[in-house]
């Protein structure tokens, strides 16, 4: 099972971005995929979170900013990132739980880097 992250980039304070992450390889169903950040000297937080049926969560500092999304037919998940601020600055990683054959467990993708500027 492999995740890759994409959509990363440099935009200017108050821009936006819509990042992507397809899961790929031998999958029996995907439950609950999410968006943790990381900026540099600080932990990875988690940003967002969604359920197989659509149920979403969000952290309180991109409410009403970060909307989150997947399509299961084609096993991706997104991020669609507005009026994004430079604090917004990280190296946005995915996750997902992933149902296999054999297993149930968590997987990462790599992250791809969005920083704002200001």
């Known amino acids: 099972v492999q995740l890759q992250a994409s959509g990363g980039g440099l935009v200017q304070a108050g821009g936006s971005l819509r990042l992507s992450c397809a899961a790929s390889?031998?999958?029996?169903?995907?439950?609950?995929m999410g968006w943790y950040r990381q900026a540099p000297g600080k932990q990875r937080e988690l940003v967002a979170t969604i359920t197989s049926s659509g149920t979403t969560n969000y952290v309180d500092s991109v409410k009403g900013r970060f909307t989150i999304s997947r399509d299961n037919a084609k096993r991706t998940m997104y991020l669609q990132m507005n009026s994004l601020k430079p604090e917004d600055t990280a190296v946005y990683f995915c996750?997902?739980?992933?149902?296999?054959?054999?297993?149930?467990?968590?997987?990462w993708g790599q992250g791809t880097q969005v920083t704002v500027s200001s």
């Open positions: 996750n997902a739980v992933v149902a296999t054959t054999i297993s149930v467990k968590g997987y």
């Open positions: 390889g031998s999958i029996f169903s995907i439950d609950v």
